[in-house]
């Protein structure tokens, strides 16, 4: 019970402290949207078979969960999008992405 309240508190109330604490505050609520879209990327479970396994991890498993593509979030945060003349939404998507990676990774490891 308390494993499931923490890994649902760190999917949707980190977020929003996270929102708070990086991005400025005509911004936030926005962050905040974009970084819980990034949710969708557990899509890939649909993927596997059995969909949900509680003795497997997500981290390394899934596609969208490999250790490729996670490098590639956690560069999306750090990104100047600014000078790049990208939107600054995709560095909410770089931190949602590496955040919720961390999530299914202690999810697994820490419990």
Do not use: K
Request: neutral net charge; charged residues 15%.
């Amino acid at each position: 019970m308390l494993q499931t309240l923490v890994h649902y508190s760190l999917h949707l109330v980190a977020p929003l402290l996270l929102a708070w604490i990086f991005f400025p505050r005509d911004r936030r609520r926005m962050a905040y949207i974009v970084m819980l879209l990034t949710m969708l990327v557990d899509l890939d479970h649909l993927l596997a078979t059995p969909i949900f396994d509680p003795d497997r991890c997500s981290i390394g498993f899934h596609f969208l969960h490999s250790y490729y593509l996670i490098p590639f979030y956690i560069l999306m945060c750090f990104l100047p999008y600014r000078r790049l003349g990208l939107p600054w939404w995709l560095s909410a998507v770089g931190i949602g992405l590496t955040f919720h990676m961390f999530t299914d990774w202690q999810d697994y490891y820490l419990w």
